[in-house]
């Protein structure tokens, strides 16, 4: 998983509440057994004209010109920015897998469904959630000013604007670390790998029947 400290970004506006994770991801997507290739299909129905299938080949699929992501200001933003109780709905992983290789790395919005939120941090995507009013404020920016951007310092946990205000975030410090650090649930376990190692190699040697059976 990728490190997260300072991030500078694009900032893409999505006015939507309640935006759930089927809308993220559609069900038809969910087939594959990887972890990869969900980024195209990110927002599909919204995304895209037509009805989308696996397989298909997006680049010949018809756009949806007044979808944001599809507008020419905002490509290339890596921080979405939302209303509340994004992320609401069933409870697949793929959302922030989608989210994440379409580019994005932080979503800002005043609230998420925690199941999302939580699946997040889990795969390297920074969740952070800011007042109404806060929220509402950079809305109005992102309207005003083309290619606006801002800057997430996730150590001194703050979304800092254009003009140099500062919005401070709370954030988990497990989570925190792990994303500072880089460490998924699999980062963590294979820390204590040597300690793992000892542990087969003592169990084998009081119970050597059981090196046969692993």
């Not at 969900?38 to 080949?57: A, C, I, Q, S, V």
């Not at 109404?132 to 703050?158: M, S």
Request: aromatic fraction near 12%.
């Amino acid at each position: 998983m990728e490190k997260f400290n300072l991030h500078s970004g694009l900032v893409a506006p999505m006015d939507r509440a309640n935006v759930d994770t089927d809308a993220i991801i559609p069900k038809q997507f969910l087939k594959s057994i990887q972890r990869t290739g969900f980024g195209p299909n990110l927002f599909d129905e919204w995304r895209y004209l037509d009805h989308g299938e696996p397989g298909m080949d997006n680049s010949k699929r018809p756009l949806n010109p007044d979808f944001v992501l599809n507008q020419a200001r905002f490509q290339g933003a890596s921080i979405l920015l939302t209303r509340k109780n994004f992320g609401c709905g069933s409870s697949r992983e793929h959302a922030p897998w989608a989210l994440d290789q379409y580019g994005f790395r932080v979503v800002i919005a005043p609230s998420f469904a925690d199941i999302f939120f939580n699946n997040c941090f889990k795969n390297g995507l920074l969740p952070i959630v800011l007042s109404e009013v806060q929220v509402e404020h950079i809305f109005n920016e992102v309207k005003a000013f083309p290619g606006y951007r801002l800057t997430i310092d996730l150590e001194k946990q703050l979304v800092i604007t254009n003009a140099g205000v500062s919005y401070p975030f709370e954030i988990d410090e497990f989570r925190k670390y792990c994303l500072l650090n880089g460490l998924d649930e699999i980062g963590l376990t294979l820390r204590q790998s040597d300690k793992i190692r000892a542990f087969e190699e003592r169990h084998i040697a009081v119970q050597p029947w059981l090196a046969n059976t692993i």
